[in-house]
């Protein structure tokens, strides 16, 4: 499904970044460098799934056998439709690696997988090819699953033939599930890269496209709850969840896009302002909270050297992992150093990798040097929330 749509993570940030993960799930593993996910919403599906083709479409299709034997068709099927799930987020990425944008982890759901791109495409042609590559791949399957079922009914073999069969058909239905213009899906990032290429706005084209996803998500949850009032409960929930899912990427695809354009060009130095309150490296915390937390508002100070390094942001949290006994003999310089090196930027960074670096962090502000290490300057989320406000507003 959706290849490269979700959160806005870590671009060109200090290595590291990216590893805080807000989507929950179990850990597979890596290849090719991509770190793997599944979605905890994965298991229910495939519950669900497996149980329907054990208890109704096996026997319906294929009756007389045992029902240990319907359950293993149901789970083989079901695991064999997980890789092709996997083959298909791995034709998306193994693209969009090869144009140069990394895709540092994909957390797979039951019927598409969402990648974590470290940025969008800087073209609409590459934007095409990504987005081609995975229904290709489904394309691929399909055909492979329906020759494997036509061997097995050849060698006599109904239940693996009827198993292939499946999988031949499901994989066709993801391709043409995907081929639905809107996005996040496949279709929608295509229908985005052409119209992309037309218009050469890729704000607009997102805008266009994800309405088509929106729309078409609630058209999805709609059909869930009919279903389920109709007492295809199983059905019914997988279309609902599916539906909520998208819903949320479409809306925030927008967002993003927007942001992005918004912040193309402005750098962390053009936002940030000038820390009109340093604490000295070497001074102990007991006057640190004397002198700065408790006779100014803020809670948080950046800590610089003699020389006006950065040593880091002493945070009021920051305070409680000290014990107060400890206060006079632990230096403001030696707490901060400790703390989080992520939290600064260089002044030329782009504005739009710092909003990345403050919401995975979930922090509040960024230290902001120059190339000496020298504290230039603050830049506070609310600073940058504010700039993308303003302009929202004077644009719409
Ligand atoms: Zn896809």
Redesign the pocket.
Same mark, same amino acid.
């Given at each position: 499904? +959706?290849?490269d749509d979700k959160p806005p993570l870590p671009g060109d940030p200090p290595s590291g970044q990216g590893e805080e993960r807000s989507r929950p799930g179990v850990f597979l593993g890596t290849l090719r460098g991509i770190r793997f996910y599944l979605d905890y919403s994965w298991f229910f599906i495939a519950a669900l799934v497996i149980y329907s083709l054990a208890t109704y479409f096996f026997p319906h299709e294929l009756p007389g056998r045992d029902a240990a034997v319907y359950i293993a068709m149901g789970t083989v099927a079901t695991l064999l439709f997980f890789l092709s799930i996997l083959l %298909?987020?791995m /034709? %998306?990425s193994v693209v969009s690696q090869r144009n140069g944008i990394p895709v540092p982890s994909i957390t797979l759901l039951f019927i /598409?997988g969402i990648a974590e791109i470290s940025r969008e495409p800087d073209d609409p042609r590459t934007e095409l090819k990504i987005?081609v590559a /995975?229904?290709l791949v489904s394309i691929f399957l399909s055909a492979l699953y329906a020759l494997i079922a036509w061997g097995c009914s050849l060698a006599s073999f109904p239940e693996g033939g009827l198993v292939f069969q499946w999988l031949a058909s499901v994989n066709l239905f993801l391709v043409i599930f +995907?081929a639905i213009p809107g996005y996040p899906?496949?279709g929608g990032r295509i229908l985005r890269a052409l119209l992309w290429m037309r218009s050469g706005g890729f704000r607009q084209a997102t805008f266009i496209t994800s309405r088509i996803g929106v729309f078409f998500s609630w058209a999805l949850i709609a059909l869930g709850i009919f279903a389920i009032m109709g007492g295809e409960w199983g059905q019914g929930l997988v279309f609902l969840v599916i539906g909520v899912f998208l819903k949320s990427a479409a809306e925030s695809g927008y967002t993003q896009a927007l942001s992005k354009e918004i912040l193309d060009g402005v750098r962390a130095c053009d936002l940030m302002t000038q820390p009109a309150i340093c604490i000295p490296a070497d001074l102990p915390l007991n006057l640190a909270v004397d002198d700065y937390f408790l006779t100014n508002h803020h809670v948080a100070y950046p800590v610089v050297s003699d020389e006006g390094h950065f040593r880091g942001l002493l945070r009021l949290e920051h305070l409680k992992s000290v014990p107060r006994e400890k206060w006079p003999y632990t230096t403001a310089g030696a707490v901060a150093e400790a703390q989080d090196s992520r939290l600064v930027i260089p002044a030329t960074s782009s504005a739009e990798n710092a909003l990345r670096i403050l919401l995975v962090a979930g922090q509040g502000r960024l230290g902001v040097v120059d190339e000496a290490g020298q504290l230039v300057g603050i830049l506070t989320r609310h600073d940058l929330l504010h700039y993308l406000q303003i302009h929202t507003e004077l644009e719409t």
């Open positions: 499904m +959706n290849p %298909h987020e /034709g %998306h /598409g987005a /995975g229904p +995907n899906l496949d």
